[in-house]
């Protein structure tokens, strides 16, 4: 029997006011209740990691489909409770916590597999290719640096959301949308005398508009990554962790 998973009308995404947002250490603490609120917390979780995870899946089974049905199977697993239970702030990241999780999961069900095939006649996930899952192509990245890279750029994702909620309540919506590519990295030096003009600003007033938003996303991220560390002097290494991730993959 295959692990139920969710349906793809309930499978998790990512959008402002979830994810990273709410991986705080208290949201995790949370999780583990058996409460109402702390199946909600859980589920916040689950939609948080379930880009990274998927990523890390994808490689270690080189097939997308079946890595998003291996996630979801997870998952599954993660909501009908015990998995959180050993989950500590004092031991250090939630995100290592989590990889070590459904590295577990996909060996136990690799285990499972290999069980079926030597007649036992029972199997946890059926997919093809598992043979080729475990043939290491040094020319790609790890399956652990793809779920790193995931994991930076969802939490850059939700920090940029952050940003944009807090611009829009102060009214600032359209600057925001008209320079995002800055705050990226995207846009070109020479677009900023347009932008400006566009916005109604002479250059150096908006080349210091631009400077303290991008000061105040650089707030976000921080906020993003203290939220998923137990101890706040971890922030800087996985500050450090979440840039090398980008650059790396």
């Not at 979830?18 to 999780?31: D, E, I, K, P």
């Not at 400077?211 to 922030?235: I, N, P, W, Y």
């Not at 290494?237 to 650059?247: G, H, I, N, W």
Request: aromatic share 8%; with cysteine; proline share 5%.
């Amino acid at each position: 029997m295959t692990e139920p998973i969710p349906s793809t009308a309930t499978a998790p995404a990512l959008r402002s006011g979830l994810g990273f947002h709410s991986t705080r250490w208290t949201r995790v603490c949370l999780a583990k209740s058996p409460s109402e609120e702390g199946r909600v917390a859980l589920a916040e979780l689950c939609e948080a990691y379930y880009e990274p995870v998927v990523a890390f899946l994808r490689c270690e089974l080189r097939d997308a489909d079946a890595a998003r049905e291996m996630a979801h199977a997870f998952f599954a697993q993660v909501l009908r409770g015990g998995t959180m239970e050993a989950v500590d702030p004092a031991r250090g990241r939630f995100r290592s916590y989590l990889l070590g999780a459904v590295k577990h999961f996909l060996s136990h069900h690799r285990m499972a597999a290999h069980t079926m095939k030597r007649g036992a006649g029972w199997i946890a996930v059926d997919y093809e290719g598992e043979e080729m899952a475990n043939v290491v192509d040094p020319a790609q990245p790890s399956p652990d640096a793809q779920y790193d890279k995931q994991w930076a750029v969802t939490l850059l994702s939700h920090a940029l959301d952050r940003l944009r909620d807090e611009c829009v309540l102060q009214g600032n919506g359209p600057f925001f949308e008209e320079v995002k590519p800055l705050l990226m990295g995207e846009g070109g030096y020479g677009e900023q005398s347009g932008l400006a003009l566009q916005a109604g600003l002479s250059l150096p007033a908006f080349r210091m508009a631009v400077h303290r938003l991008k000061r105040r996303f650089r707030q976000r991220v921080r906020e993003e990554v203290a939220g998923t560390v137990g101890d706040s002097a971890m922030v800087e290494v996985e500050l450090q962790a979440l840039y090398r991730a980008l650059l790396d993959g």
